[in-house]
């Protein structure tokens, strides 16, 4: 069963540039799936960010699209997320998810706080 | 980009109740909609797939029906486990979107 587990800074500074690695164990990111970013503010509901394709393929969410960056690395079997000029709207628990039609796997989260 | 309008937001049940959610999409989306189960401090968990097809290991409890811009999640026989948040979502079209979320509580 494919394993999934996010890492990376749980503070950013406002302006800065939040960065999160999702490691995928159990199975191949060279698979047919796609594998996305969703998160969940505090007290809010999920949000999809955007996925990536092993090709490299990638499809962003618009209201997000001028600051995030998906990217795939294959030879470590992980994908990670670049979300830049982070503000504290952007203060949200970050999932990593492995999506074949619905997300069908998913990781623990990781809490990302924006604050000085 | 697809709106998607849980209802109810909220809602306070008995054990061995029958729950019904509904998702309304503002356009059509087909059968391209699945439901997800998530509890506090934990990630969601998808319970029903394309509207109608049950995800490996859920209970049979758990069913889905629905397609086009109507859909419903069904809880028959509530067990207190169940209590949680249910969000649906549509991989109909980009972006890809979630309900509000229905918070359940077991009374």
């Known amino acids: 069963q494919v394993q999934l587990q996010e890492s990376g800074p749980g503070l950013v500074k406002p302006s800065g540039t939040l960065s999160l690695t999702c490691a995928v164990s159990g199975g191949s990111i060279g698979s047919n799936n796609w594998w996305s970013w969703v998160r969940r503010p505090p007290g809010k509901g999920l949000e999809w960010i955007g996925e990536t394709y092993h090709s490299g393929s990638t499809n962003y969410n618009p209201s997000l699209q001028s600051r995030v960056t998906i990217s795939v690395d294959k030879s470590n079997n992980q994908f990670s997320l670049r979300l830049s000029s982070v503000t504290a709207a952007d203060t949200a628990v970050y999932y990593c998810?492995?999506?074949?039609?619905?997300?069908?796997?998913w990781g623990q989260g990781t809490l990302v706080t924006v604050s000085s | 980009e697809i709106v998607l309008t849980q209802s109810p937001d909220f809602q306070s049940v008995t054990p061995k109740e029958k729950v019904t959610i509904t998702c309304r999409a503002s356009?059509?989306?087909?059968?391209?909609l699945h439901w997800y189960q998530q509890k506090p401090d934990q990630s969601p968990k998808l319970l029903i797939k394309y509207a109608s097809q049950s995800f490996s290991g859920v209970p049979s409890r758990f069913s889905g029906s629905g397609s086009g811009t109507d859909f419903t999640l069904t809880i028959n026989s509530l067990e207190a486990e169940d209590a949680a948040t249910y969000y649906c979502?549509?991989?109909?079209?980009?972006?890809?979107?979630f309900g509000q979320g229905t918070k359940l509580e077991i009374k």
């Open positions: 356009q059509s989306i087909g059968s391209s």
């Open positions: 979502h549509q991989s109909s079209s980009l972006p890809y979107t």
């Open positions: 998810a492995r999506r074949f039609g619905g997300f069908d796997s």
